[in-house]
C-alpha cells in the first residue's frame, strides 16, 4: 500500500508550472485570499516521475525518469541514488527514510528496501578504548543520566569483551537537556580525563542511579582525584567546547536520542550481542 505523501514547499519546477497552469485556468479570486512565493529550485539531472520526503523533513527522495532514486538532502546536497528496475513508476518511504517501497507498474510487484545512511563522524580528540588502529569503530552518544544508557552500558562492555583487537570504541557526550545533571556529570567525566581517569569516572558514574554534586565529589575521591582541579576543569572553556563539538556531530549524524550507536559510520538498529556481533564481523570483512 503506497500512502499519501505531502508535496513539499521546495518541490520542482513542473509541480510550480502545474499550479500556475491551474491559476490561469481558473482566474476567480478566493474570498480569502492567496500567497505563495517559489523558495528554492533545483536542477535535477533527469525528468522527475515522483517525490516523496522524510516526515522530519531531512531527506527529499525522487523518482527519476532514468531508473534511479536520487536522495537528497533538504539543502539540495544529492546524498546519493538507487537503481530500480524500469517499471518502477511509485515510491514512498518509512517515516524517517529507513526504508524506500517501489511499486513497479509492469511487473505487478511490490518491493520494499531498507535504507542506511553512512555518516562521517568526527571522533578527533574523543575519549576512547581500544586499539586505536581497530578496522571497527564504534561511535556512542550517550547521556550519564540516560537510564537507557546506563542498561545499555553491560552489553557494550560484551562487546568490547569478545572483540579485543576489532573493536575501538568511541564515547560522544550527548547530555539532554530534560536531564538536570547531565551537563555537569558530562563535565566532570571529561575534567577526570585530565587526570587520566576518564573511563574510571564514566564507570562510576553510570553506576550510580542518581546523580548530583555530592556524587561527583564522592567518586572523585574514591578515585584519589585533585578535586580543586576537577571542578575548575569543569568550568573551563575547552571542556564547554569538547561538548558543543559533541553536540554539533550528533546534529549533523541525525542523532534525536540516547543511547545512540553507529559502526564504522552506520547506525545500529538491533541493540542486542548478536546486532552488535553482525553488523562488527560485517565490516571487519571490509
Known amino acids: 500500500m503506497i500512502f499519501k505523501k505531502a508535496i513539499i514547499p521546495f518541490a520542482l519546477f513542473s509541480l510550480i508550472s502545474a499550479g500556475n497552469t491551474f491559476a490561469a485556468a481558473n482566474p476567480q479570486t478566493p474570498s480569502t485570499g492567496l500567497e505563495y512565493e517559489v523558495l528554492t529550485q533545483w536542477q535535477l539531472p533527469e525528468k522527475p516521475v515522483d517525490i516523496v520526503h522524510s516526515l522530519d523533513g531531512k531527506y527529499v527522495f525522487i523518482l527519476s525518469s532514468d531508473s534511479k532514486v536520487l536522495i537528497y538532502s533538504a539543502q539540495g546536497k544529492l546524498e546519493g541514488s538507487v537503481p530500480v528496475d524500469k517499471g518502477v513508476n ?14 513497479d507498474g509492469e511487473k505487478k510487484s511490490f518491493t520494499t528496501m531498507s535504507i542506511n545512511f553512512i555518516q562521517n563522524i568526527n571522533i578527533s580528540g574523543s575519549p576512547f578504548k581500544g586499539p586505536e588502529d581497530a578496522p571497527v569503530t564504534l561511535v556512542l552518544f550517550t547521556d550519564f543520566e540516560c537510564p537507557y544508557c546506563r542498561k545499555l552500558e553491560p552489553l557494550i562492555a560484551q562487546v568490547l569483551e569478545r572483540n579485543p583487537k576489532k573493536v575501538k570504541l568511541v564515547f560522544k557526550n550527548m547530555p539532554l537537556q530534560f536531564h538536570k545533571f547531565a551537563d555537569p556529570a558530562a563535565r566532570a567525566a571529561l575534567a577526570a580525563r585530565e587526570q587520566g581517569k576518564f573511563w574510571e569516572f564514566h564507570d562510576e558514574i553510570f553506576r550510580v542511579q542518581k546523580l548530583d554534586d555530592k556524587t561527583v565529589e564522592e567518586t572523585a575521591k574514591k578515585l584519589e582525584l585533585n578535586y580543586d582541579k576537577l571542578q575548575n576543569d569543569m568550568k573551563s572553556p575547552e571542556i564547554s567546547r569538547q561538548i558543543n563539538v559533541d553536540l554539533q556531530d550528533a546534529q549533523k549524524a541525525g542523532v534525536t536520542g540516547t543511547p545512540t550507536v553507529f559502526i564504522n559510520g552506520r547506525l545500529l538498529k538491533n541493540r542486542s550481542l548478536q546486532g552488535f556481533q553482525q553488523m562488527i564481523d560485517e565490516e571487519a570483512k571490509k
Open 90 to 103: 511509485a515510491i514512498d518511504i518509512a517515516p524517517r527514510a529507513e526504508m524506500l517501497y517501489l511499486i
